[in-house]
């Protein structure tokens, strides 16, 4: 029967695996090695600044070993949504540090870049074309959010990496991508059905998490035309059917139908059944080609500049009225502000309490607190990083030092954990774009450049 034979390193690239369990998965011939770069995950930051959220060391090691074996077996290397975000910018810095190891290491192989970051203009005349629609709960996208926002990445299915793979390209670094979208593309090119290609997308993609213990780690996925086999390449983890189903769950507004770029991947159906202590096989999933091609489009705008101070108290009696404390402190605050010039509408302050509804906040359903001490996180975004420093600042010195009826203390009564105690975040984004486009051709926003490393 045929098969293809795909092994994923970690969840993200930087997120670290053993060398042991990539030499342990390479024993197993593998047709393909990958990992998935990125995840919308972390937040908008990331994607507005063009930053990496792993640190380059990291990517950096985690790339050498994978160019390493890739290289050395003369398999293809497939990452997606390289450098966290899959910005032109996150695309750009995956890419010269496969350089730099190349050059370090004296390997040589052809290249190929795909990027996702439309330009705006050609997003602008697809929106007048009326080929941009909201997802669930988002407003119609508007020219003027378009035009405001820092970033917009679109979210690639598989055929980019197909078409790179027809041209020859050995190592695939791709812009924001579907995360199971390269062994998708993988397993379809190799001629198996849509169905277990996509579904050993899904459990690729985080590397070893289908497994126990959870860690990153990697996973070993054999696709045949009826099912996909998983097993983990550390002998401490294994695969149980209640493992695989578990994480099939994952990051769908539905447990069982989940959409992707061309169709719709379903589960509903799936049988689960033990191969070993260590691997299971997983069948009767089903794929239905969606009537009209869309990718997801990411986007995020400038919201303000933060600074952040971190405190934290003990005081029982300031504990047991800390709503009220919290309220004095938000009105001392607003006085002073105006008195200096910074508007009401022209900042946000945030105070997190930690020990009480810090996680939750207003959704929190046990509003006592039953601690001995609660830590606080006061944040201010505000139209410039000055008005943020400057309101912060009072902030912080009120919750130090706002009376409360029968205080003790008469000096300080927070706990400061670092000096200076105001942390200046920098800029502030928010998603602003949360759409779908219409395609006629799943390649045409997605361009490939090739190059001899």
Not at 220 to 241: F, S, W
Not at 314 to 325: E, G, V
């Amino acid at each position: 029967m045929k098969e293809i034979r795909l092994l994923s390193t970690s969840a993200i690239l930087g997120y670290g695996f053993p060398e042991a369990s990539l030499q342990a998965g390479m024993a197993r011939d593998p047709h393909i090695i990958g990992v998935d770069g990125g995840s919308v995950d972390p937040g908008p930051h990331y994607l507005g600044a063009g930053v990496p959220f792993c640190s380059t060391m990291a990517i950096k090691r985690d790339l050498r070993l994978m160019l390493r074996a890739a290289i050395g077996a003369g398999i293809p290397l497939m990452i997606g949504t390289s450098g966290g975000a899959g910005g032109d910018p996150h695309l750009d810095l995956t890419a010269q540090l496969v350089r730099d190891i190349a050059a370090e290491e004296g390997l040589h192989f052809r290249m190929a870049l795909i990027r996702a970051e439309p330009p705006r203009a050609e997003l602008q005349r697809r929106l007048a074309a009326g080929r941009i629609h909201p997802l669930s709960n988002q407003p119609a996208l508007s020219s003027d959010v378009l035009d405001r926002a820092s970033r917009v990445v679109a979210m690639m299915g598989p055929e980019p990496f197909m078409e790179a793979l027809d041209n020859g390209a050995q190592v695939i670094l791709a812009g924001r991508a579907s995360d199971p979208a390269p062994w998708a593309a993988a397993a379809i090119r190799a001629q198996l059905p849509p169905a277990p290609a996509w579904y050993a997308g899904k459990m690729l993609e985080c590397g070893a998490t289908p497994s126990i213990p959870k860690g990153h780690d990697c996973l070993l996925v054999t696709v045949r035309e009826d099912g996909v086999e998983c097993e983990p390449m550390n002998p401490i983890r294994r695969c149980t059917p209640l493992s695989i189903a578990n994480h099939s769950l994952h990051e769908n507004s539905s447990p069982i139908h989940h959409i992707e770029p061309g169709g719709m991947l379903d589960t509903s159906d799936c049988r689960f059944d033990a191969l070993s202590d260590r691997a299971v096989r997983i069948s009767g999933m089903r794929w239905t080609p969606a009537s009209q091609y869309t990718v997801k489009l990411e986007g995020v705008e400038m919201a303000g500049y933060r600074s952040i101070s971190i405190c934290g108290t003990r005081d029982p009696l300031l504990i047991a009225r800390l709503p009220l404390f919290l309220e004095e402190v938000r009105g001392i605050v607003r006085e002073k502000a105006q008195a200096f010039g910074a508007a009401p509408e022209s900042y946000t302050l945030t105070i997190r309490t930690y020990g009480l509804d810090g996680v939750m906040g207003a959704r929190e359903p046990v509003r006592d607190v039953a601690g001995h001490e609660v830590g606080f996180v006061i944040e201010v975004i505000a139209d410039t990083q000055e008005i943020a420093a400057a309101v912060l600042g009072i902030a912080r010195t009120n919750m130090l030092h706002t009376d409360f009826p029968g205080r003790l203390c008469r000096e300080g009564n927070m706990a400061f954990p670092f000096s200076p105690s105001d942390i200046p975040v920098g800029p502030v984004y928010r998603f602003s774009i949360y759409h779908v486009l219409e395609l006629d051709d799943p390649r045409e926003i997605f361009p490939i450049s090739y190059e001899e490393v």
